[in-house]
């Protein structure tokens, strides 16, 4: 294995300055991904900067009843956090549904956001991958692609983002807060994952050189009723071949307002406006919830063996929308 | 009616052997404080003075022949003390027959240039440290002339061939006119089905430490037979196999893969440059080129019947694949001939050469993936017939073997069945499919029955009462998790007539003389013979008087002969396997909610670890059902995802409450009466899955693993099949 140096930041400013003086260097959370990851030979980083000492650990209220969730909360803390579970119980699920019990309790939330694919073409380093290796081409293209995106992808990769808790944050809108040298910024969910295009290799909008410092869901009325559904391979301990958060207001019939998003189709957890679109002002029926997915759904393009990702998905918006309705009704 | 999913009466056991020994009452492991203290050390971390570690460097291309190894920037890099390859290697020699046959040529590492798979060795880089060495070896650059590879396996290749016999594996039996009493059949099935490349990932990687003491060459090993082991590197080598010694005390899992692999040879040749101790440990990615893997089948089945189910015609053709430099199969077909008998009977094996590693055994060879053919087809054949699929096999139940014609040494099958019937509540089951709903769930039950051959390898044992009044037991047995220590133990107990506290075992070292490898579900068999024997003509010694000197008395043994004069029968554990599953057809979501085991198996041992062996081995046939599978790239040709986060197996979310029990099995003409459980708990339980997930759905599943993507598509095209289907109004 390479040699690379460690070094415990203890306040924001020092870590970004840790970072600044070192482009080589990558930050450390729980490392349930990083260390993994420079085993394979994938990450080779010069210097560890280990960030789990910051004082971003806590989960409070924001002025306008929203939650301000700190970068280095653990994955465990986040889903037994009370608030969460009551205000946004589709997020404490999702967190639950992941990795397991000792991942977790090692995980950060900025970690999490910035998970790498599980692509096997990627942590393989005597394949080509352009998302590892810019321009040596995609081989999931016409190779093993069975848990691949069927939206949002290109030509250029095809790889899905592993996160279940991303997806939760997708669905209720969060924001992720970071610092650079700079100075403090902020970017919606929606921004923070670029679109695949010809750069798959550069997965998010943080400027160089940032640190995640924390995460802000604002306040959703509608996010108490929400619900994370994963479909996986085996009981547990697997990523998703799909998922869904949901949040659904039904009153008389009609459906007020409604937040989906869905995980393990595309490079980013993929917020289904379209869908939304679709369903808000309309009928709570199953008819409906089928007729949003297909909306949703009609831009997928899947490969050979990804196809069954559309029906399974499809099922899911049906299948959990159905129960929050009646759970509503009841 | 939905079936009761909790067991009807608690898990007894209602086998055999008096409990007035120590055979059949349960003992933990003798040596199981050492391992959950962490006393017991394991092969990669008995610590030597001057320790190397070695780095094997596998090929990155399918086939073709290397350019060149350019170490020399290599052996500047800190710590490295050489990198050997086909260049500069000791010659080693691979023309012999050993105790398995002839050997695998990847055992011959680094004697010429020719590469024909992905993750074939063309070095090692050995340094002071095992991290130097890892860099070290990432860094190597090795070039070469890469030819175009073929790694497809499918049914249907034009290129299939006959193998050859081997004493392991008869390729093709065949009796009668199956074509003609197929013909002759009122109901007929003829499916296709596949199984995937499966591989053993034993918990402990294999690992091998190798020096030269006083002249002798002393292995420090993880393996499933020592004899096996040191006389192999004896005839590679071309050394006296009296100055081989190899030793493995602790092993965390075997299950076919650990034999002589080729991190030992390289440990050896490493060792015998360096002149100090060497050690290689395989990573778990080497590990899917380097140590063997069940190779993926394709299985035809076409049984013929009477309208009442009596079979009268047979057929089971298998193909699986071998690497181009040696010769596996995978014997699918073999369990056949010991299970139903028809007026024409027709078993057989092809095989397809491409450009991957060699197949090898793991756990169940043959078995495991041919009850899933034959076990699934019983239950289509049940379907067709309108028969229980139990009544069904009871039907069938033959006198004699039905291509030996030989009797069985015993065969309770059907008391199995009988059994496991009453415990899972099979008398409530409605046949018919689909009808069971539990919320998104649908709900379905299946059986399969399961074989596994009770053979032995001769043993030799020595039993040396002590002055003190203790018993020291010499066998070279392999514990490879499974409790074997403790199992001699008990042999050893009743045979001397004392406490199993009186009793010492040691095992393990190839200079304990020749025995059986944990292999084969043959070594307690072959071992407790042996000890057996050995303790037997010692009561004899110690019955004449007289006092016991310092060195004690010492009674041996050689089985040879008594296997030799055994009867010839059919010889084979039986059980039957019973399984819930519970489907989401929404979801493609497949749960086992509960699977039993009720097993035939001549005498018990040590129900303790007996139980767990067997729970085991269903585990692994719900892994296989539900899971397992190697990807193999076919671009590149190696694996995609080789580590346990690529290959999936059951996680303890998957596994439910499982329960293995045993009948009463006795062996009249057998001396030992023990048979083996170290892999039938496998057998037969994904044909039990898939049986029930056809109860559940309506949907026969015929290609392993019954992944979500194929339920989600069979249950599509089920629903479009029925539209279609439909009358019109």
């Known amino acids: 294995m390479r040699e690379f140096g460690y070094e415990r930041a203890f306040d924001v400013p020092g870590a970004v300055a840790l970072l600044g003086a070192a482009p080589e260097a990558r930050f450390l959370g729980g490392g349930t991904n990083l260390i993994d990851l420079m085993k394979a030979g994938v990450e080779r980083p010069a210097l560890l900067i280990d960030v789990r000492e910051l004082p971003l650990d806590g989960v409070e209220f924001t002025h306008d009843g929203g939650l301000r969730i700190g970068a280095t909360v653990t994955n465990s803390d986040l889903a037994a956090h009370p608030e969460v579970r009551r205000h946004y119980p589709a997020l404490a699920q999702a967190v639950l549904a992941g990795a397991s019990g000792q991942l977790r309790n090692m995980a950060t939330v900025g970690g999490n956001l910035l998970q790498r694919t599980r692509c096997g073409y990627f942590t393989d380093l005597s394949k080509p991958c352009n998302k590892r290796a810019p321009g040596s081409g995609c081989p999931a293209l016409t190779g093993e692609h069975h848990n691949h995106a069927i939206l949002g992808a290109s030509e250029h990769c095809v790889a899905t983002h592993p996160s279940d808790m991303a997806v939760a944050l997708a669905a209720f809108d969060a924001v992720i807060s970071y610092e650079t040298a700079d100075g403090p910024g902020e970017l919606p969910i929606a921004e923070f994952y670029r679109p695949v295009g010809d750069t798959p290799h550069i997965e998010t909008s943080l400027p160089p050189g940032a640190l995640i410092t924390g995460v802000t869901l604002p306040p959703a009325p509608v996010a108490a009723h929400s619900r994370y559904r994963k479909v996986r391979e085996r009981a547990s301990y697997a990523f998703a071949i799909g998922s869904i958060a949901a949040a659904l207001d039904v009153q008389d019939g009609v459906v007020r307002d409604v937040r989906l998003a869905f995980g393990a189709v595309a490079s980013r957890p993929w917020r289904a406006r379209a869908a939304e679109r679709v369903l808000i002002g309309g009928p709570a029926s199953a008819e409906a919830y089928a007729a949003a997915a297909d909306a949703e759904l009609e831009a997928a393009e899947a490969l050979p063996e990804n196809g069954y990702k559309v029906t399974l998905t499809r099922n899911l918006v049906v299948a959990v929308l159905t129960e929050l309705t009646e759970e509503a009704i009841r | 009616m939905t079936p009761p999913t909790t067991p009807t009466t608690p898990a007894t056991t209602t086998g055999i052997s008096a409990v007035t020994g120590a055979i059949g009452s349960a003992h933990t492991r003798v040596e199981g404080r050492d391992k959950v203290t962490g006393a017991a ?468 070292d190839s200079d304990l003389g020749p025995a059986m490898f944990a292999g084969g579900s043959m070594g307690t068999r072959s071992w407790a013979w042996a000890v057996t024997i050995a303790a037997d003509e010692l009561r004899e010694k110690l019955a004449l008087g007289g006092g016991i000197p310092p060195e004690g008395i010492t009674a041996r043994s050689n089985t040879t002969e008594a296997i030799g004069a055994l009867a010839k029968k059919e010889r084979h554990s039986f059980g039957a396997q019973f399984a819930e599953v519970a489907v989401d057809v929404t979801t493609g979501e497949v749960r086992v909610r509960r699977l039993l085991g009720i097993y035939a198996a001549g005498t018990i041992v040590n129900p303790l670890t007996a139980r767990s062996q067997l729970i085991g081995g269903m585990t692994w046939g719900l892994s296989m059902a539900l899971h397992e599978e190697a990807i193999r790239d076919q671009e590149s040709g190696s694996h995609v995802g080789a580590d346990l986060a690529g290959y999936h197996f059951a996680a303890h979310a998957d596994v439910p409450l499982i329960e293995a029990d045993w009948v009463d099995d006795p062996v009249p003409d057998d001396p030992i009466a023990i048979k083996g459980i170290g892999e039938i708990g496998v057998v037969g339980v994904a044909a039990a899955i898939a049986n029930a997930v056809w109860h559940a759905t309506g949907v026969r599943h015929r290609d392993l693993p019954i992944r979500p993507d194929r339920v989600l598509r069979a249950a599509d095209e089920a629903r479009r099949r029925a539209t279609e289907g439909a009358p019109s109004a």
């Open chain 2, 41 to 508: 050390r394991y092969a990669g971390e008995i610590p030597f003075a001057e320790l190397a570690h070695g780095w094997l460097v596998l090929s990155t291309v399918a086939r073709g022949r290397i350019r060149s190894v350019e170490d020399s920037p290599v052996l500047a890099m800190p710590g490295v003390l050489t990198v050997l390859h086909h260049g500069n290697a000791p010659r080693v020699d691979t023309d012999y027959v050993g105790m398995v046959g002839r050997p695998n040529p990847v055992l011959g590492i680094f004697q010429h240039d020719r590469v024909p798979f992905v993750g074939w060795p063309v070095a090692l880089v050995v340094a002071e440290t095992s991290e130097q060495a890892r860099e070290a070896a990432e860094a190597l650059v090795v070039r070469y002339d890469e030819e175009p590879h073929d790694v497809a396996f499918f049914a249907g290749r034009s290129d299939a061939y006959t193998p050859e016999s081997n004493p392991m594996v008869q390729a093709e039996t065949e009796k009668g006119d199956v074509e003609a009493q197929l013909d002759a059949s009122a109901v007929v099935v003829d499916e296709e089905y596949t199984t995937p490349e499966e591989h053993h990932n034993p918990m402990e990687p294999h690992a091998a430490t190798a020096r030269w003491d006083g002249g002798r060459l002393d292995v420090i090993d993880s393996n499933q037979g020592s004899t096996w082991v040191a006389t192999e590197l004896a005839m590679l080598f071309s050394l006296d196999p009296a100055s081989v010694r190899v030793r493995s005390e602790h092993v965390g899992g075997g299950f076919g893969s650990k034999g002589l692999s080729p991190h030992q040879v390289a440990a050896v040749m490493a060792t015998t440059i360096l002149h100090r101790p060497v050690r290689v440990v395989l990573t778990r990615r080497q590990m899917f080129s380097l140590v063997g893997f069940r190779s993926p089948t394709a299985q035809r089945m076409r049984l013929g019947a009477d309208a009442d189910g009596r079979l009268r015609a047979f057929d089971h053709q298998a193909l699986s694949l071998t690497s181009t430099v040696h010769e596996f199969v995978e014997s699918s077909a073999v369990l056949g001939r010991v299970m139903y008998d028809a007026d024409a009977h027709r078993t057989f094996h092809r095989l397809v050469r491409l450009d991957v590693p060699t197949p090898a055994w793991m756990r169940a060879p043959g078995e495991a993936p041919g009850s899933f053919a034959l076990e699934s087809a019983l239950d289509e054949l049940a379907e067709k017939c309108g028969m229980d699929p139990i009544a069904l096999r009871a039907r069938n139940e033959p006198e004699t073997g039905p291509v030996s014609g030989l009797p069985f040494s015993s065969r309770n099958v059907l008391a199995c069945f009988e059994e496991g019937a009453r415990r899972f509540g099979w008398a409530e089951r409605d046949p018919r499919p689909g009808l069971r709903r539990e919320g998104r769930w649908l709900l379905g039950t299946g059986t399969a029955a399961a074989t596994y051959p009770s053979g032995a390898g001769p043993s030799t044992a020595a039993v040396t009462a002590e002055q003190d009044g203790s018993f020291t037991v010499r066998i070279n047995a392999a514990d490879i998790g499974t409790g074997a220590r403790t199992a001699m133990v008990l042999v050893a107990a009743d045979a001397l007539k004392v406490g199993p506290d009186r009793i010492r075992v040691r095992l393990a």
